[in-house]
């Protein structure tokens, strides 16, 4: 391990350490548990509720219904994106729907489809609506960057569109993909928790948040949030590690160093 | 192939930004063999290559071509995430055909043929952009300095392979100038400034 990664992880765990202090001095100052409960308070509270099955069940109800949300929203950008970048209209048809689902609050929206469809698909379509946006945009982003000299080989060899579409402009929309999806997890993980909590969903985290706000049992909130926070850093955890493995293979692959075995080749 | 095939200018022009690349340029390509555009940088070779393959339209004057068009660009343009053998295969319809691999092996790529694009040398590339031009089997093949990150040896492969087209088809070869390993050329088009000095 490198001294600069030491560092890093010397000055991360002083920072945690620095936050539980925090709350431990916070927490005596308040002095009530059940307006700041205490870590130990919070942790003894986790340890119950990760021994019910009903705890498993939440996070798990969470993770599905933000998961659905989430890979419709990169199927739906991702088809919409495609279309948007290889045609002015259907871009200029799709932006003025795009802009308004971004520039919408969550908690309208949350609220909207709470009235309109009920609380069940209330977290998955807030995930989705978070997510589409900003997968759609970096999609066009990224066939609009396509290559001009490749597209000009496809032009004169007479390629098909699918061919077109596989070797020149999906290559060209994965880069902008990958970092939608980068960006996109976190945020949707989330709203889709905030969209639980409003709507009071049973069996899922935002819906133990709500159940424990409603009977004052604040170290469960505590828990029940720090549940939210720990699998939100996994999620963004396991994202930024399919980013790396994605572009440290590219990487490597045009690493001139392995790159031929002729050597001196490269200068012919 | 096709059996009449020809590109035939007349008076053709092109400017970009009020700029002329091409000025009142005549010419008449029609017979099998191998035709050397020759110019400076910036003469309006490329562009020409670029207009007779349809990238380009002329502002004034007739350009007609006869025939399939291939194209052999200055940089070889390959496709990065696939193997050699795969950026020659993809400029036809025709499955399992062994003439891809038959034409790098020809042009010294026979051991690379599964190497990705990224990973191969400006020499490989620029060879495999000549096979891959050929399996097309085009009735034009122009080329556009195709010979410029090739040794000597390799350039020699590539001639050959070239020349062998030639016997067929129209080759178009633009260059800024110096010897050409070919035995025999049909005619030479100098240019300057996109005007035609001569035949």
């Known amino acids: 391990m490198k001294n600069r990664q030491v560092k890093e992880i010397v000055w991360t765990a002083a920072g945690i350490a620095f936050l539980l202090l925090l709350w431990v001095v916070i927490s005596a100052l308040v002095g009530n548990d059940l307006l700041f409960p205490s870590p130990a308070e919070t942790f003894g509270a986790l340890g119950r509720l990760a021994g019910t099955a009903e705890f498993y069940l939440s996070v798990a109800g969470s993770l599905l219904s933000v998961a659905a949300g989430f890979i419709g929203g990169n199927i739906i950008g991702v088809v919409l994106g495609l279309a948007s970048g290889l045609s002015s209209r259907v871009n200029a048809f799709v932006k003025p729907g795009m802009a308004v689902i971004k520039a919408t609050p969550v908690a309208s929206f949350i609220i909207l489809v709470l009235i309109w469809l009920g609380k069940a698909y209330t977290p998955a379509l807030t995930a989705f609506l978070i997510v589409l946006p900003v997968v759609w945009q970096n999609v066009v982003a990224g066939i609009r960057s396509a290559d ?15 061919k077109k579409l596989k070797y020149v402009y999906l290559p060209a929309a994965a880069e902008g993909y990958i970092a939608a999806v980068r960006t996109s997890m976190g945020f949707a993980w989330k709203a889709g928790v905030a969209a639980e909590v409003l709507s009071g969903t049973a069996r899922t985290l935002g819906g133990k948040i709500y159940s424990a706000k409603i009977l004052i049992e604040t170290p469960e909130l505590f828990a029940y949030t720090l549940v939210v926070v720990g699998v939100s850093l996994l999620v963004e955890v396991a994202a930024a590690s399919i980013v790396q493995a994605v572009a440290g293979r590219k990487k490597s692959e045009a690493d001139p160093a392995n790159a031929n075995e002729e050597g001196g080749a490269a200068h012919e | 192939m096709s059996d009449i095939s020809y590109i035939k200018a007349n008076s053709l022009n092109k400017a970009f930004g009020g700029e ?26 490329t562009t020409l290559l670029r207009m007779i393959a349809g990238l380009e339209t002329p ?80 009735d034009i093949l122009l080329c556009d300095e195709p010979f410029s990150a090739v040794d000597d040896a390799n350039m020699a492969l590539a001639a050959k392979m070239l020349e062998r087209f030639s016997q067929k088809g129209i080759l178009v070869i633009a260059t800024h100038g110096g010897a050409l390993p070919f035995e025999k050329i049909s005619a030479t088009l100098r240019i300057d400034s996109g005007c035609a000095l001569r035949k």
């Open chain 1, 148 to 162: 001009r000299g490749l597209l000009e080989v496809a032009t004169v060899f007479n390629f098909s569109f699918g």
């Open chain 2, 20 to 45: 002329t690349v091409i000025r009142d340029l005549s010419f008449e390509f029609s017979t099998p063999g191998i035709y050397v555009i020759e110019g400076d940088s910036g003469s309006g070779k």
């Open chain 2, 59 to 138: 502002d004034s004057g007739s350009l007609e071509t006869a025939g399939r068009i291939g194209f052999v660009f200055q940089e070889p343009r390959l496709f990065d995430n696939v193997s050699l053998l795969e950026n020659v295969k993809l400029v036809s319809s025709l499955k399992d055909s062994a003439a891809p691999l038959k034409l790098l092996e020809e042009l010294g790529l026979g051991d690379s043929a599964t190497k990705k694009a990224r990973e191969a040398s400006g020499g490989m590339r620029q060879r495999t952009a000549v096979a891959r031009a050929v399996y097309y089997a085009p």
